[in-house]
């Protein structure tokens, strides 16, 4: 399984940003997929998950109300609507994909939040 993230970028307070997430490989049974972050200084840590059908998320509460997880299976693509970005979300992203309980990660991309 191979996930590519893309989207990252510099953008200034209150703008928003979409990562994509693309996987490929052998994928046939998903059990949920990712975004996580991992800012300077700090452990990574959990941003957004969803389910493989999509209808159960779950989001830190440092996030919620302001990004938004979803998935398109037929295109094999995870996304992340980030809005409202604060200097806080800085940070590299990282796309998680768990199948039959094993983990797999992209090479993540960057997001700066910076006026």
């Known amino acids: 399984v191979q996930l590519q993230a893309s989207g990252g970028g510099l953008v200034q307070p209150g703008e928003s940003l979409r990562l994509s997430c693309a996987a490929s490989?052998?994928?046939?049974?998903?059990?949920?997929m990712g975004w996580y972050r991992q800012a300077p200084g700090k452990q990574r840590e959990m941003v957004a998950l969803?389910?493989?059908?999509?209808?159960?998320?779950d989001y830190a509460a440092s996030v919620k109300g302001r990004f938004t997880i979803s998935r398109d299976n037929v295109k094999k693509t995870l996304y992340l609507q980030m809005n409202s970005l604060k200097p806080e979300d800085t940070g590299v992203y990282y796309c998680?994909?768990?199948?039959?309980?094993?983990?797999?990660w992209g090479q993540g991309t960057l997001v700066t939040v910076s006026s």
């Open positions: 998680n994909l768990v199948q039959l309980q094993t983990a797999y």
């Open positions: 490989g052998s994928i046939f049974s998903i059990d949920y």
């Open positions: 969803i389910t493989h059908g999509g209808f159960g998320t």
